[in-house]
Structure formats: structure tokens, C-alpha cells
């Protein structure tokens, strides 16, 4: 007798207990292969598919996309071999029959649906469109969602009479308004946040980095390391050494708070927040402590074009005890990171500018970046707050103490 297995939602990750149905990517009743992606799942820090766990047919979604699970909840069910019973074989044969004919109408149609993302073949199935005269922007001549979405607006406004009615979501097209549903990748951050800030006694101390030393060593070796390592060479690197070595003189802002005790860690695992379309994601270096600048320029450029690809797996934003946030790339002058429960601090990054500052009884102008931290009082005092930012400052002034350690 054929063995049905179930399709569960899966460890989503530290903190992490539930998930939206981003997509199925494979219907009712149509074959599956063993580690085929059958369905699609979006949490507030990445978006995973979920394999199938044998060969067989999936018999049922038990959720439709955009309901949310939770951790175990069951999918749906993958029936192992194939179908038996008469009643299966029929179902079967009439669900695999209209899923061929599906596909061939697709790819007579326009073989470029069946090379694009499973979104584009889903509305172009649901909605029967023609896509042969769609102009196609996604790489190789792939369609994108947003050249259907485009095309369906152009027809919609094609057939609307000129004395019909305009009704508000017509008059939203017109540019006065748009009102769109919240992500639920945004709608997860947004309640982090928030409860960041409603739980943690959260403060912000500030300094300024004068970078001369640092953009000198830079200049003076990038060429040399990037054809050693095969990559450039950046100041994300160099502040993760840089806190990595505070953090050892400043514990408490490597801890967390769990109940009424102080988890102390003694591991440093660096999360650096990268912006995607979707959203901010902190994917992690783990043992940043035990790096080089070589491997933590690597690791930072592989997986931040993972996290802007939504291909980060829940490994790769697990178990961070601190975060690095750098809104200087955006042309951000000063501001106040929110922590990254339950972690205790997070530094915030900033544009390098040229100021005039007083060096030894003379103005001078330099490259100056502010710097800002964010910490939890409830275990971080004022003095080492301060402490922190002012030995990140020595380390980045002065880039051979990182060398030397001390």
C-alpha cells in the first residue's frame, strides 16, 4: 500500500514561529519529485521552500497562499509511487491531464512563461493571458511579474468606457493615492521593532571616527588583496575586527538577558544588516573572531547577495550577538539604530564626510564618519557604552593596534 508522508512547516529559525504561504508551486494532484520545491514560505527574515520528501503525487494543500502557519502544522500530503485506487487513478488522470494541456497552452504560447518564476506562470494560468506581445524586461528575456501586472493594467484600462464611473481604486491610478497591502515581511519587522522597543530599556550614545589612517591603509593594499583573495577590500571588515576586539573587553554587550539571568557568550557571531527590496535581513558571520578580513569580505558580499536574491537560508540569520548597521551607504548622516533582540547592542555606521576638526591646536579638514550605539540599560551601563565607542574609534584610527591587540 502506497505510504502517504506529510508535508510539515519546518524550524524556521531562534525566534522565529511562523510563516506565510508565499506560493504553491505545485498543484493538486500533480507528480512530484524527491527534494522538488513544492511550496514557498515567507517569515519576516527570509523566504525558503519546502522540499518534497519522496517521489510521489501531492494529493491536498491544506492552506491556501497567504494564510499563516506555524512551526509543525502540517502542508499538505505527498502520496509515495503514485496513485492506486480507481478513484485516485481517475482524480489523477483528470488533475495530470489538465495540467499537461496547462503547459503545452503555456508553451505554445509563449515559451517564456515556462522560464520565468513560478509567480508569473500562476497569474498567466489563473488569468489566461496572452503574453506573446508582452514586452519581456528579466534577464535572457525571461517576463517578470511587473511586465504581466503592467500588461493587465493596460488592458483594464483599455476596455473601461470613458463615461464609465471612476472608482476609487481607479482614481488611486490616476496619482492622487495608492493604497497597497503591507508585506508580511514588512508587517514581521515592524512588530520586531516595536517590541524591541517595548521591551528594552534602549539608549544611544554617539562618537565621531576620523578615517585617515584607515581609507590610507586601504588604498595602500586594496590592489594587492583583491588580487590575493579575489575580493575588494572594504571598512565593513575592518569594523568587524574592530568590535569583534571590544567586544571581548566589553562583555556585556555580547550577552542577552533570559529571564532573570545574564547569558554571557563568548562566541561572536556578527550580524551585518543588509537592505533588499522586500526588506531589511541580518544575515550573520559566524566566529567573526576567528576570521580573516579575507574571509569576512567574502562571506559578507556571498551572503548579502543571497539576502537580495531571497535566497538566505535560516542558518544564515541564526544566532547573532551583535549587529553592525551601516546606513552611510544610503548617505545617512546620523541615527539611532534599533536593537536586534535579544541581542544587547548594535552599531550604526555613517556617511564619511570631509569636516574641519581641531588637530593639535590646528583645524584640519579630515574624512569623518559618526558612529552611534544602541544598547539595552538593563544591562549595559552609560561608562561602557562609551567605553565601546571609543575603543571602535582607536581601532579604526589607528588600525595596527587590531594587529598588535591591545
Same mark, same amino acid.
Given at each position: ?14 525566534? &522565529? ?18 527534494? /522538488? ?11 525558503? *521552500? =519546502? ?5 510521489? @503525487?501531492?494529493? +491536498?494543500?491544506?492552506?491556501? /497562499? ?10 499538505? @500530503?505527498?502520496?509515495?509511487? %503514485? ?30 512563461? *515556462?522560464?520565468? %518564476? ?19 524586461? %528579466? ?22 468606457? @470613458? ?27 515592524? $512588530? ?30 586594496? /590592489? ?18 574592530? =568590535?569583534?576586539?571590544?567586544?571581548? $573587553? ?30 531589511? !535581513?541580518?544575515?550573520? &558571520? ?22 537580495? /536574491?531571497?535566497?538566505?537560508?535560516? $542558518? ?9 548597521? +551601516?546606513? %552611510? ?33 590646528? =583645524? ?15 544591562? !549595559?551601563?552609560?561608562? $561602557?557604552? @562609551?567605553?565601546?565607542?571609543?575603543? =571602535?574609534?582607536?581601532?579604526? *584610527?589607528?588600525? *595596527? ?6
Amino acid at each position: 500500500m502506497a505510504k502517504k508522508i506529510e508535508i510539515k512547516v519546518p524550524d524556521l529559525g531562534e525566534s &522565529i514561529v511562523e510563516a506565510i504561504i508565499a506560493s504553491w508551486l505545485k498543484k493538486k494532484g500533480e507528480t512530484v519529485k524527491k527534494d /522538488e520545491p513544492i511550496i514557498e514560505l515567507e517569515t519576516d527574515k527570509v523566504t525558503l *521552500e =519546502v522540499m518534497s520528501p519522496c517521489d510521489g @503525487v501531492l494529493m +491536498n494543500h491544506a492552506f491556501h /497562499e497567504g494564510e499563516v502557519v506555524n512551526i509543525g502544522q502540517v502542508l499538505g @500530503v505527498v502520496k509515495e509511487g %503514485g496513485l492506486t485506487t480507481t478513484k485516485d487513478i481517475k482524480k489523477g488522470k483528470k488533475m495530470s491531464a489538465q495540467i499537461l494541456v496547462e503547459k503545452k497552452r503555456a508553451a505554445s504560447s509563449d515559451f517564456r512563461v *515556462e522560464k520565468s %518564476g513560478p509567480s508569473v506562470r500562476k497569474i498567466v494560468r489563473e488569468k489566461g493571458i496572452e503574453t506573446r506581445e508582452i514586452k519581456a524586461s %528579466g534577464k535572457e528575456g525571461r517576463l517578470k511579474k511587473s511586465d504581466i501586472l503592467e500588461a493587465m493594467q493596460t488592458i483594464e484600462e483599455l476596455q473601461t468606457p @470613458v463615461d464609465a464611473p471612476v472608482s476609487p481604486s481607479q482614481k488611486d491610478k490616476q496619482g492622487r493615492e495608492e493604497r497597497l497591502p503591507m508585506s508580511i515581511l514588512r508587517q514581521r519587522i515592524a $512588530e520586531r521593532l516595536k517590541a524591541s522597543q517595548n521591551t528594552a530599556v534602549m539608549l544611544t550614545t554617539f562618537n565621531e571616527i576620523d578615517m585617515t589612517a584607515s581609507m590610507a591603509m586601504r588604498k595602500k593594499y586594496k /590592489e594587492l588583496f583583491e588580487k590575493k583573495h579575489g575580493v575588494k577590500l572594504g571598512f565593513m571588515s575592518m569594523f568587524t575586527h574592530a =568590535v569583534v576586539h571590544t567586544l571581548k $573587553e566589553i562583555p556585556a554587550l555580547n550577552a542577552e538577558i533570559d529571564g532573570k539571568e545574564i547569558v554571557y557568550k563568548y562566541f561572536y557571531n556578527i550580524g551585518i544588516a543588509v537592505g533588499t527590496e522586500k526588506g531589511l !535581513v541580518v544575515p550573520v &558571520i559566524n566566529n567573526a573572531d576567528q576570521l580573516s578580513m579575507a574571509d569576512i569580505e567574502r562571506l559578507l558580499k556571498e551572503k548579502a547577495q543571497r539576502a537580495r /536574491e531571497g535566497k538566505l537560508a535560516i $542558518e544564515d540569520i541564526q544566532g547573532g550577538t551583535f549587529t553592525i548597521s +551601516n546606513g %552611510g551607504i544610503y548617505g545617512s548622516m546620523l541615527s539611532t539604530p534599533i536593537i536586534n533582540p535579544p541581542q544587547t547592542g548594535i552599531i550604526g555606521l555613517h556617511n564619511i564626510q570631509n569636516r574641519p576638526v581641531a588637530i593639535e591646536n590646528k =583645524v584640519e579638514i579630515r574624512p569623518m564618519m559618526y558612529v552611534a550605539l544602541s544598547y539595552d540599560h538593563r544591562l !549595559v551601563d552609560g561608562k $561602557e557604552a @562609551v567605553t565601546f565607542l571609543i575603543q =571602535v574609534k582607536k581601532y579604526i *584610527e589607528d588600525p *595596527e593596534r587590531m594587529l598588535l591587540d591591545f
